[in-house]
């Protein structure tokens, strides 16, 4: 696919599965927005196929395709009420009248929005519209349905809420979500399949949580959770040396020798006295977090957060044990070290990036 | 994709405006390189032109006079009715609206019943024993109808501009220390500079080009430039003459909105500076 | 600060409302002077119910912006879409064709246009009438299209793109998903573009005047050539009719709009029934419908299955049924049902001459005087006249048999004869000064004077004076003249033609010279008012009479009508109107006493033995007189004796262009 001659979406090969919920996660301008627009019809890809049942869809406008979309910020036509929005579809399609009737009052019960038909969109909350929205695109009957960031203008709370509804109107109506979002949260949370997307690629599809205890590369490992990334090199089957020291692992497969990225999750550090430890660092920053406190601790130059509900004191020498299921070794990609050192960490970096995410297009 | 289609729908817009704009653009430049008799080409009614640009230079003059004196007075109009009510403001904006739709000869005449030497006026200061003014027949007559008939368009689109400033920047103008006058002068008058400019366009192009105001209330003195392009039509029969001063009077009208329009250019970026 | 800003909005208000305030008194007024007020009465609005011709151009302009908003709405709506789609720099270039309209000024527009569709229709097409109905609506369009345009775009530009999206998600295709959607949402900019758009084409009067021709007139450009002659009370009455409807519009618009800002505060919307939709929509169908039906018919009802004859005269020169008179056209359709007569006026024989060179219109009867049928016949802009049609030509007096401008008595049959002299304001003006011409020169009067604004009669006037021939054709003379008219210039308050009524009889000048028939009607108004003819010095005696152009589609109806003007009984009856001489044998016995004795309008016939006429003269001469007399209105000094040929003007007109070019093109340039 290209885009004002830009190669916006590169090789992407994908299977949706009936009945399935499946996620697309990526930072913003990684291309899942414009995956989404080509399968709802938005876009004609300039190269590859469509294909929907076994037939190529490519020239099937929108309009014609058995595929609802939510929008990003819903897109309700605000001269119509909530009745005129969701029966809109319908009419369009010129169903009986009864039957219009009878589909929206179902579906209003769905959304548990029973008795706002005449209400007007200025008049609803966020929520409320964000059902409506879903409302409109459901009451169709698609085999196929599109969500676009359909929780990015919502609060926290609200979030939350709405991601189970999502998943239970799902599982209700017993049909495809595809669904496109740049939380890691959300996608893991939601998800029976997770499509972690950069660049125009697709960097590796799975199970939430194969994606997250078995990321292909650095960039998936630092996307999905938080990550130390360390340069090692993978001795033999189970062996690997990073730190001028070789720790069992249970990765294999790997040629002798071959330089491979070592992921370790923060929350998966023990702390021990100094002496105990296989690796001995300062605490340099301490920072309270609610459940855990954020370590980063220096080891030789190179900083690593660590995750612990024990206090240590900044300037504190640590130690660390690494058990072998807690180290998990990845191929060396394109990503290898961009990610995973948190010399410059801070604790706003996670918001700053998440606001840069809501301007997508 | 579809965006490529809707752009047909500017197709027969395009056509138009070229058939009926540019194209009798071209008519009138041909006209004005061609001889009246013969129909051959020449140079002769540029030549002639050189008559007609101290009448150009008058009309030009009235028209700064009273485009000047149209935001002199407008500014404050338009400042008082964006800061009232919103029913206020929409009564008092419709009442400015309304004169615009009403016949401007017919408007105009009534200036002439009022100012005559008989006129209304006259005959009240009179009664009263102040003896009379004699305003027509003067270019300061001329000047009054133009800004009679053209001040709406300065106090609307003025109007449009302060309302829309947001009052927290004169807050902030406040805040930072500035008082009433400074508020003004480094605030709101910088940011009302689209709306000044826009309307001194509306009131100095109908302005210049105008030929029944002057006509009505104006004197022997007082022709100008559209009282002329309309004899060399309406009376004397040369349109080769009277399109060669339409094109100078478009041309004159081109370059200063052109110089005003660079002015703002400017002035904007100033403004949002500020 | 804000109390003298209030104070200052209130008199600005009272600015602009104080002259709509004379025009409303005005039309209560049973005098027809604006200035005084003579007692209330309700008979101009009774008189303007009956004037079908007031009534139909109201129609006509109706009809006009009615039919031209709503095309120049649905195109520029659409082509707003369009517009919107395309890449940016390709609609800046059509955003700076779109503001060509709005930035010009309207008379260049005007121009333009009517020097398109006359080059167009009399050049290419060999139309007669190249300038109509339909030229007149193309030129509304093309000025109301901007105004839709510049209004539906920002709101295309708002809009939330993805409305559209979702839209042909839930299955329209994009053509139902512009009405079921897009329309909803730009749909203020479009009512408020067809507002602009309505107003501007209904009170059009610049591009109007320059685009229509003679067949199809609006209000606004009727009304200008209604304003230089004393005005119709009927018109104040319209005005104010038309002033209370456009206020309760407008104020109906601002209620529905703040009933609908307040209806998006409450929650619930009341649900429309279907029954109410189809309600409404019958409702605006069957208004529409109304409208273009009242339209037609205020046009039709005038013109239905008849032959049109389009007679152009002079202001003020036939009888119209006013104060107690014989109203000659309607008349003449009373006598001839199937001819329906479309009348309208110019005010010099050179504007005459203008219109008809001019092209673009047809005219089946003018009546141009002695000089000017010369020329036209000269330039075979004359038909011959089929006198089997005109019976009556037989009461035609021998004296105005076998003239000058026609010896062969083939092209005219005369209307009136009468001179040019002096009318002035015994009140103001010392008897002891009325000698001659040079009254029109004395510095005493200075400022009341007024002065033909027309070329060959203020040179006339200037000949008179100084003894020189008034047919010279010596372009020396020509010269002297004109320096003569250029020493008036500053005694001089106006240059007049069918204005002078108001201003003299309004005594706001004193001193004029004019034709003895209009000053005649003047003195009747004004009792102060004499009359004066300085026959030792000379003095123009003319003669108008009635022709057929060549662009004339009635010759028949037209001559029909000459023969109805010259029964003596018609004649004389029209004679009491218009003040002049007839040419009629027997019409003097028609008129009324005190006119068919009056010495101003039947002079003794030594008197009459001192007129001199007017001569054709060649082309150059009278284009030089044209060039002098403007030079003399525009300089008001002493006219250069010898035009220098100088570059300079060419090189000032190039270098604008040059730097309009620059100007226009360097901000591109900027923001790259």
Known sequence: MEFDGERILDGINLYFNDKEFLTLLGPSGCGKTTTLRIIGGFLTPTSGRVLFDGKCINDVPAYERQINTVFQRYALFPHLDVYGNIAFGLKVAKLPKEEIQKRVQDILSVVGLTGFEHRSIDSLSGGQQQRVAIARALVNRPKVLLLDEPLAALDLRLRKDMQNELKRIQQAMGITFIYVTHDQEEALSMSDTVVVMDKGRIQQIGKPEDIYNEPKNAFVADFIGESNILDGIMLSDYKVKFFGRVFDCVDAGFAPNEPVDVVIRPEDIDFVPAGEGHLVGTVTSVTFKGLNYDIIVDFRGFKWLIQTTDYHSEGETVGIRLNPEDIHIMHKSEYSGMFGDYSSYSAEYDELTEDADNEEE | MKKNKSILLSGPYILWMLLFTLIPLGVMGYYALTDPDTGAFTLNNLRDLGLFLPTLGTSVWYSIVSAIICLGLGYPVAYFIAHRSPVTQKILYMLIMLPMCMSFLLRTLAWVGLLETNGIINVLLGKLGMGTVEIIGTSGAVILGMVYNYLPYMILPLYAIIVKIDNRLIEAAEDLGCNGTQVFCRVILPLSMPGILSGITMVFVPAVSTFYISQKLGGAETMLIGDVIEKQFKTSNNPNMGAALSLLLMLMVLVCTGIMNRFGGEDEEGGVVV | MKKTNRILTILIFAFLYLPMLVLVVASFNTGKNLTIFEGFTLDQYKALFQDKDLLALLGNSLLISILSTAIATAFGTFSAVGIHSMKPRLRKTVMSLTNIPMTNPDIVTGISLSLLFVFIGSALLHQKESLNFWTLLIAHITFNLPYVILNVMPKLKQMNPALQDAAMDLGCTPVQSFFKVTLHEIMPGIVSGAIMAFTMSLDDFVISYFVSGNGFLTLPVEIYSYTKKPMQPR??????????????????????????????????????????????????????????????????????????????????????????????????????????????????????????????????????????????????????????????????????????????????????????????????????????????????????????????????????????????????????????????????????????????????????????????????????????????????????????????????????????????????????????????????????????????????????????????????????????????????????????????????????????????????????
């Open chain 3, 235 to 672: 018109v104040y009455a319209m005005f104010t009719l038309l002033f209370l409807l456009i206020f309760v519009l407008m104020v109906a618009m601002n209620l529905l709009q703040i009933r609908s800002d307040r209806k998006k505060l409450i929650k619930q919307v009341k649900p429309v029934s279907s029954r109410q939709k189809t309600f409404r929509r019958v409702c605006a169908i069957a208004c529409a419908i109304a409208i273009l039906l009242g339209c037609g018919w205020l046009i039709l009802s005038t013109r239905q299955n008849k032959v049109t004859l389009n007679v152009m005269n002079w202001g003020q020169n036939i009888a119209d049924g006013s104060d107690g008179t014989l109203d000659i056209i309607a008349a003449f359709e009373e006598k001839y049902p199937d001819i329906d007569v479309n009348y309208t006026t110019y005010d010099s024989n050179e504007s005459l001459y203008a219109k008809l060179a001019g092209g673009g219109l047809t005219v089946d009867l003018i009546i141009p005087s002695d000089y000017m049928i010369a020329r036209l016949k000269q330039e075979n802009m004359l038909l011959p006249l089929n006198f089997d049609n005109i019976p009556n030509y037989k009461y035609v007096q021998e004296a105005f048999k076998n003239t000058a401008y026609d010896p062969e008595n083939k092209y005219s049959v005369p209307y009136t004869w009468g001179t040019v002299g002096i009318i002035y304001n015994a009140k103001f003006v010392d008897e002891a000064d009325v000698t001659g011409w040079e009254l029109l020169w004395n510095e005493k009067y200075k400022g009341k004077i007024l002065q033909f604004d027309n070329s060959r009669d203020a040179f006339g006037v200037a000949q008179f004076l100084s003894g020189i021939s008034i047919n010279t054709t010596d372009a020396e003379e020509l010269r002297q003249s004109a320096n003569k008219l250029a020493e008036q210039n500053p005694l001089v308050r106006q240059y007049v033609m069918d204005q002078i009524y108001s201003i003299m009889e309004g005594e706001n000048a004193w001193i004029a010279p004019y034709y003895a028939g209009d000053c005649m009607m003047m003195m009747d108004a004004n009792p102060d008012l004499r009359f004066y003819l300085p026959e030792e010095q000379g003095f123009n005696l003319f003669i108008d009479a009635m022709c057929i152009p060549t662009c004339s589609e009635n010759k028949d109806a037209a001559e029909k009508f000459i023969n109805f003007l010259c029964e003596p009984e018609i004649s004389g009856a029209n004679m009491d109107y218009i003040c002049y001489g007839s040419p009629i044998e027997g019409a003097r016995d028609y008129m009324d006493e005190y006119l068919a004795e009056s010495d101003v309008i039947y002079p003794d016939q030594s008197i009459l033995d001192k007129g001199v006429s007017y001569l054709f003269l060649p082309a150059e001469t009278n284009r030089l007189m044209d060039n002098l007399f403007m030079e003399i209105r525009i300089a008001g000094q002493q006219p250069e004796e010898e035009e220098e040929a100088s570059a300079l003007p060419v090189v000032l007109t190039l270098s604008g262009l040059a730097a309009a070019a620059a100007l226009l093109f360097l901000p591109k340039r900027k923001h790259k």
